[in-house]
């Protein structure tokens, strides 16, 4: 199974970051760092068929997939996976510092979470949307392990694009591990964990 994760978040702004202060000066991009950690981070490994696509409405969309990346220069904890991100963000335009950054190899995508599902709908993915108050996952777990492509759409740390009504209108199927509320990077380990071939 190709599993995909997305997460869009609307807060992430770089304009005051500071390495001292990352939740408080990047519009918690911490958040998106530890999303990335959880999804393609296997141990002493990256994931095999994982990937993570990151959509930040002030800074465009970033495809995380470990085929394209190198585990041995890749940056392996939050902070120093924000602090790069970070510099790849902000040196997009400059060829020359973003060689010296390990994250050059991430993929930039023109598409818009919106279109990204439009796109993989039409490709017959399977694609849930992880909400607390959706139906029960693990009633349905052995049906979406059968999917050879797997889409998870997961909020960031506010929940205004998982509830919102462009996402509500495409009628995708709402799933739940569980009624207590967990932080993003908990859900992509929980979904790894309980979609992991028995
Ligand atoms: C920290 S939670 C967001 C909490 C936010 N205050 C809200 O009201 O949506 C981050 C995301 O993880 C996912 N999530 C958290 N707990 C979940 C659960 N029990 N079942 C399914 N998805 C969950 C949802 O996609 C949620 O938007």
Redesign the pocket.
């Known amino acids: 199974m190709n599993l995909i994760f997305f997460i869009k978040s609307a807060t992430v702004d770089l304009e005051n970051y500071t390495i001292k202060d990352i939740p408080g000066s990047s519009g918690r991009l911490d958040v998106i760092s530890r999303c990335i950690l959880a999804a393609i981070l296997s141990n002493n490994n990256f994931e095999k068929k994982i990937e993570i696509w990151v959509f930040l409405d002030n800074y465009g969309t970033y495809t995380f997939n470990p085929e394209s990346l190198d585990y041995a220069n890749f940056p392996k904890n939050e902070l120093m996976l924000t602090d790069y991100f970070v510099n790849f963000l902000q040196k997009l335009n400059s060829k020359e510092e973003l060689n010296q950054n390990p994250l050059n190899s991430i993929k930039i995508s023109k598409l818009s979470i919106i279109e990204a599902i439009k796109k993989y709908q039409q490709r017959n993915y399977c694609i849930v949307?992880?909400?607390?108050d959706?139906k029960d996952?693990f009633k349905l777990r052995n049906i979406i392990q059968e999917k050879d492509n797997v889409i998870f759409?997961?909020?960031?740390?506010?929940?205004k694009f998982?509830?919102s009504k462009e996402l509500q209108a495409l009628n995708l199927p709402n799933?739940?591990?569980?009624?207590?509320?967990?932080?993003?990077s908990?859900?992509i380990r929980l979904i790894k964990l309980h979609l992991k071939p028995l």
């Open positions: 949307v992880l909400k607390e959706g996952f759409v997961i909020g960031s740390q506010e929940g998982i509830n799933l739940s591990i569980g009624t207590q509320s967990y932080l993003a908990s859900v």
